[in-house]
Structure formats: structure tokens, C-alpha cells
């Protein structure tokens, strides 16, 4: 059975969710849910759908993650088209969505920027969640747009949403209540010890932080004291080990650091501050 062989292909390229990815690949083939598989085994693969199948175990069993060759990700509430043009989606940048509704409880309108918002999932999740909020993003890729906007129209948000292509240092337009950015945070050295998974299928311009993994982050941060409100908040993700220099860089810019949370992993990775 297809299913069977393809598990045992990728077992043996040492993917872990072996069966799983060979089940979800079959989904995708077929275009029906996992529950509809599980109840029909034993049903032939035309000879189409079978090469079709085996393409995408290939590219699966070389470490191309299952997102990418599905085209979707689930995250917070919803599904998210994506493609390799854009980083997948991760459960622990859940937080910064956590952290706006409780911090925004009591609020019915904010205007918001997320710097760098790549498949639009955070950005897009928070405009969901609260109606009257107002966002806008900035991306240096085409594609990070195109995917973007797709995403919104699923979501019905975009009505709510301006995007625009650039660079965070040459973006001048408005005054924010709150910014958010996942920005790319990884020292250029540590690129090599990723999941192979990530290093050889994820954009690298979403990983790079440069040498010591803050470059990007001194950008957002010093652009950020130029476009937020005074009282305005500034929520970053951060890797594990950079809550000290960031902590330092915020008070420089004149920011007020309100907590730093953990992750999933108890990891530091999530830094509220306020301009003061």
C-alpha cells in the first residue's frame, strides 16, 4: 500500500513523524480529510494521483518540511496559505498574539504596524480577533505581499490592512499604538546547527540576524522609537539568549521594559517595553 512504502521511505531519511507526513501527503493528494483516508484504506490511487504522490514523498524524504508541500500551516484559530517564500508559522509566536489580547483587553481600536509580517500570520490573527483595530505591515519581499494579501481576504480582515513593500529603514508613514515584529533574530554562525528541515528550505533572510543575531532587532527597535506613540507598545520575539542586550537596546531608545515571556520551553522569547 502507498501509504506503507512512503512511511518507511521516510523512516529511513530519518523523518520522525514518519507515518503521519505520509498520511497528511496523501490528503493533500487526494484532497479529502485524514478522517475520509482512515475510512478508505484500501481504495486504489489512479496512476496520476500515484505519481503525484510519490513526487511529494520524494521531496519530503530530502527534509522539505510537510507545510511547504501542502501549502498550508495552522496557526493560532486558522489555517495560513504559505510557501517557501515565507517562514512557516510557529506555535511559539503564538505569544506575541496572547500577549496583544490581553494587553488590548479593554480596547476597541488601536492602530498597529508589524515589521516584517512574512505570511501575515500574526498580524492577520490579532486584526481577527479585534474588529475595530487598524494594521499595517512592511516587507522587503513581493512574495511575502502576494501571500499576505491572499491570507486576509480568507480571513476577511482586508478591509483593515495596508501593506507596503520596503525596507524598515525607509518607512516613514504614521504613529502606532503598538508594534510588533518577529524579525529575523539567528547569529549568522549558528545558521549551520538548524534543523536541515529549516536551513536548506526557509528563506534565509528570515533567519539571519547577522553576527551576533541583532542586527534586525536594532533596526526595528530604532525605527520603532521613531514611529510609535508615546505610551505606544513595542512587543519583538527574541531568541533565547538575547533578553540582556535587547532589555539594553530598548532602555537606549527609550523604551520601558514591561516583562519579558517564556515559551513553550520556558525559553525567554517574547519582550514587551513601552515608550516613555
Known amino acids: 500500500m502507498a501509504i506503507d512504502q512512503a512511511s ?11 507515518l503521519l507526513d505520509s498520511e497528511i501527503l496523501m490528503s493533500k493528494v487526494i484532497n479529502k480529510d485524514r478522517e475520509h483516508l ?9 496512476s496520476h494521483d500515484y505519481d503525484y504522490y510519490k ?29 517557501d517564500k515565507v517562514l512557516i508559522p510557529r506555535p511559539d509566536t503564538e505569544l506575541i ?3 496583544v489580547l490581553r494587553i488590548y483587553n479593554n480596547k476597541s481600536q488601536i492602530n498597529l504596524l508589524e515589521i516584517g509580517f512574512g505570511s501575515g500570520c500574526i ?3 490579532i486584526l481577527k480577533e479585534k474588529k475595530y483595530f487598524l494594521g499595517k505591515g512592511i516587507d522587503l519581499s513581493k512574495e511575502c505581499i502576494e501571500i499576505c494579501n491572499i491570507n486576509a481576504k480568507k480571513l476577511k480582515v482586508s478591509n483593515r490592512l495596508k501593506l507596503f513593500k520596503s525596507d524598515v529603514d525607509n518607512f516613514y508613514l504614521g504613529k502606532y499604538d503598538l508594534i510588533i515584529s518577529n524579525p529575523p533574530y539567528i ?6 546547527y538548524l534543523d536541515k528541515d529549516v536551513i536548506n528550505f526557509e528563506p534565509i533572510i528570515a533567519l539571519d540576524g547577522g553576527l551576533e543575531g541583532l542586527s534586525e532587532i536594532r533596526k526595528v527597535i530604532d525605527k520603532s522609537s521613531e514611529l510609535i506613540k508615546k505610551k505606544g507598545k513595542l512587543i519583538l520575539e527574541i531568541a533565547f539568549d538575547q533578553k540582556k542586550k535587547v532589555r539594553e537596546m530598548l532602555i537606549n ?8 515571556v517564556k515559551d513553550l520551553a520556558s525559553n525567554d522569547r517574547c519582550i ?5
Do not use: C
Open 8 to 18: 518507511k521511505l521516510l523512516e529511513k531519511n530519518d523523518i520522525a513523524s514518519h
Open 38 to 46: 482512515m475510512l478508505n484504506l484500501n481504495k486504489k490511487l489512479d
Open 55 to 83: 513526487k511529494l514523498v520524494y521531496s519530503r524524504s530530502k527534509g522539505k518540511p510537510i507545510a511547504y508541500l501542502i501549502g498550508k500551516k495552522a496557526f493560532w484559530k486558522d489555517e495560513f496559505e504559505i510557501n
Open 97 to 99: 498574539i496572547e500577549q
Open 123 to 125: 498580524i492577520l490573527s
Open 187 to 192: 547569529k549568522k554562525l549558528d545558521l549551520r
Open 253 to 260: 531608545k527609550g523604551f520601558y521594559v514591561d516583562r519579558v
Open 272 to 276: 514587551i517595553s513601552t515608550k516613555i
